[in-house]
């Protein structure tokens, strides 16, 4: 199986690998791991050489990671469209801005993602 590594910070993501543990220097260990956005706490798993403490991601793992990286990048830096939410005496709705749905098609699903009560990851697919 042919390997895609990317580099991000200080990961090594194992693009198509299934599972760890991976070998460094010897197997890897399973450990957790915290990142602190915007007052906070999201845990992590990674895979850790106990040697040379470098960190290799699989990839339910590195889907995990680029969800909190996605996340991050959009508390610190980016302005979002503001919207009003709609009420129809059950549920709650909005619309997304044009600009944002180039692309959809009819039939696409939507896959809500709760980061905390008031954050949400929408990916649409
Ligand atoms: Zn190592």
Redesign the pocket.
Known sequence: MAKKTVQKEDFTVEKGAFQGPFN???K?ALLRREMHIDGNTFSYMVWS??????DYLDSSQAKRMELLWAVEKLLKNEEGIKRSINHDGKMFFLRFPKEFTRGWKKGNEAEIIPVDSTTFIVEIG
């Open positions: 460094c220097h010897g890897t050489c106990r040697k040379c403490k470098k």
